[in-house]
Every structure is written in structure tokens, then in C-alpha cells.
């Protein structure tokens, strides 16, 4: 079994908390518990509770914005690139529950660009893939929003439906 270090037990034990009872009711003691460790050794890695969370959500984001970039660089159309990511996103909703609890928490209360996914969509209307009159701002928010709620509502659910459905609304 590997060991994680205390940094690593303190961050896994706050996307636990702040997964659960959100920002606002997780403690740093609750936190420090968790993670098996003294509260002091919370503070010494992060200033607050507030930078703790602010560095699990941008973790996050990165982390699922790599993994988008990463796995649709070699594909061919943008109609492919969308149904990967949204593959991607149904999978890291499955395999990182918590963590995106915590991201979607975060995300509701400020306003996120997904660039990637709006980018993929302005070279698919370029292409004649997907159609003209198409608000890629608008649509890149509703395919992260419909596939996150979809997810989380619908635990198994398949990515191929949730692709099916997006593709219908966007394509010529």
C-alpha cells in the first residue's frame, strides 16, 4: 500500500468534508481528523481554509482540462472530439465523485469558461460540422451542465446516451 504524505492525506480529507458539507460547514478540524493529522500541520501547508479549497478547485480544473486536451489531440472531426469529452467528463464525474462535488460547488458560485470545449465547437462550425447559428459560449456551458447533471443524477448512465442527445442539438 502506498502512503500518501500529509499534504496529500489533508487535500483527499477535504475534498471528503467539503464534498459532504460543503465550504461554509467543513472545519479544518474535521479536516485535520480526517487526514490523521495535527491542525497545526493544515495551517502549515495552507493558509486558510479558503486557499485549501481554492487549490483542490483549480487542481481540478486542470486536471480535467488535461485530460480533455490530452485524449482529443489526435482525433480527426470535432463531432469525435465531442463525444470524447463528454466520455471524459462522464468518467471523471464516476472515478473522482467527490472531487467534482467539490468543483461543481465551486463552479456554480463563479462564472467558468470551458475553452476547450467552446474552441472545439468554433472549429466545428468552421468545418460545417456543427451548425452556423450555433452560440458556442452558450453551448459550451450546456454540455458541461448537461452531462455533469446528467452524471450526477443518473449514476448509470452511459456516456453514448448523454452524446446522442448533445449531438442532435448541434449538428447541421
Not at 468534508?17 to 493529522?37: C, H, P
Not at 470545449?117 to 447559428?133: P, T
Amino acid at each position: 500500500m502506498l502512503l500518501k504524505n500529509k499534504k496529500e492525506k489533508i487535500i483527499s480529507a477535504a475534498i471528503s468534508e467539503f464534498a459532504r458539507d460543503g465550504f461554509e460547514k467543513a472545519s479544518i478540524d474535521a479536516i485535520a481528523l480526517k487526514a490523521k493529522v495535527a491542525k497545526g500541520t493544515v495551517f502549515y501547508h495552507f493558509k486558510s481554509k479558503n486557499e485549501l479549497f481554492e487549490e483542490i478547485v483549480s487542481e481540478a480544473h486542470k486536471r480535467f482540462e488535461k485530460i480533455i486536451e490530452k485524449k482529443i489531440e489526435n482525433l480527426k472531426t470535432e463531432k469525435e472530439k465531442i463525444e470524447k469529452i463528454i466520455e471524459i467528463e462522464v468518467d471523471f464525474i464516476h472515478k473522482y465523485r467527490d472531487l467534482f462535488s467539490v468543483y461543481l460547488g465551486d463552479t456554480i458560485n463563479k462564472i467558468t469558461s470551458f475553452n476547450v470545449i467552446e474552441g472545439v465547437l468554433n472549429k466545428g462550425i468552421a468545418k460545417g460540422e456543427f451548425r452556423k447559428n450555433l452560440n458556442t459560449n452558450t453551448a459550451s456551458v450546456a454540455l458541461f451542465w448537461l452531462t455533469a447533471m446528467t452524471c450526477l443524477n443518473c449514476k448509470d448512465v452511459k456516456a453514448e446516451e448523454i452524446q446522442d442527445l448533445v449531438l442532435k442539438g448541434i449538428l447541421k
